[in-house]
């Protein structure tokens, strides 16, 4: 009878621990995909700006090349494109 106890308890210690691990995978997943989410908030908005910038300077001296700090940017017909880092982006011309 005590053998059969200590089964259960440990049996059920086993599965009280495999659900907890379980939790703990879909908490860290699901916090990985909420910092890809902001980083690609932050790039979107650093997009955007940059996207005013170029539209505006381009309005202002119709110079088509333009370096914003580590940002070149480009304008080619209607479009404005960004090469931030080793990605390049194309966003409307805004102005």
């Known amino acids: ?3 059969k106890r200590r089964a ?5 210690s086993l599965v009280l621990l ?8 879909l908490q860290n997943i699901t916090f990985n995909a909420q910092l ?3 980083s690609q908030m932050i790039i979107l908005t650093k997009l955007d ?8 300077a381009y ?3 119709n110079h088509q090349n333009r370096k914003f700090g580590h940002v070149k940017t480009t304008v080619v017909k209607n479009n404005i494109v960004i090469e931030l880092g ?3 982006y194309t966003r409307e011309l805004l102005v």
């Open 1 to 3: 009878m005590i053998k």
């Open 8 to 12: 259960s308890v440990l049996v059920s």
């Open 18 to 25: 495999g659900l907890l691990g379980g939790v703990m995978i």
């Open 36 to 38: 890809k989410s902001r």
């Open 49 to 56: 700006q940059i996207q005013l910038q170029a539209s505006l």
């Open 59 to 61: 309005h202002k001296s």
């Open 86 to 88: 080793n990605k390049t």
